[in-house]
């Protein structure tokens, strides 16, 4: 069974359901510029030492480069990125993990969006802290710290 090019019709989501359910993996494809590409590798190979690479690949075909905001593109099993989230890989990998995530929401049925991005967010939370604990360089570890310091700390409005 082959995913669906897109994702529109109940037909279409009906097959894209089907195939991540018989383990059918993307191969993953980068849009953007040389320096987007190379940043975006820097953020693919710490998805592998956290052994997140595969979930990407089962719910996301393509990241591209984009002027615009960031974004889960779900029909299109897209996510856009803009140059300013692949600068940090720490918190570039953080993003692609939360949208990846609300693409698994998407295709099973669950809220995934407003509200239900919360649940995504807590399992890019739970990336931060499975990255930490790796043996990666302390300047990595430092972005981790802070990210997850700035994603889990109250804040007083």
């Known amino acids: ?14 097959q894209a359901r089907e195939c991540v359910e018989k383990g ?5 494809n980068v849009f953007g510029s040389k320096g987007f590409k190379e940043k975006v590798k820097r953020i693919k ?3 592998h030492i956290t052994d997140y690479y595969d979930f990407l ?3 996301i075909r393509c990241i591209k480069e984009i002027k615009g905001i960031g974004q889960l593109r779900e029909t299109e099993a897209t996510i856009w990125l803009n140059r300013y989230l692949v600068e940090n890989p720490v918190e570039g990998a953080r993003f692609i993990v ?3 995530h609300q693409m698994k929401d998407y295709l099973d049925g669950k809220q995934y969006y407003d509200k239900g991005e ?5 399992k890019s939370i ?3 802290k499975v990255l930490e604990s790796k043996r990666i360089s302390k300047d990595l570890k430092q972005q981790c710290t802070d990210s997850l310091k700035q994603w889990t700390e109250e804040r007083i409005l």
Not at 1 to 14: A, D, G, H, N, Q
Not at 118 to 122: G, L, S
Request: charged letters at 30%; zero cysteines.
């Open 24 to 28: 059918y993996k993307h191969r993953l």
């Open 1 to 14: 069974m082959e995913f669906p090019r897109r994702i529109y019709t109940l037909k279409e989501f009906m």
């Open 45 to 47: 190979s710490l998805l």
């Open 126 to 128: 739970e990336f931060l």
């Open 57 to 59: 690949r089962t719910y």
């Open 98 to 100: 939360q949208k990846a």
């Open 118 to 122: 919360m649940a995504a967010v807590k």
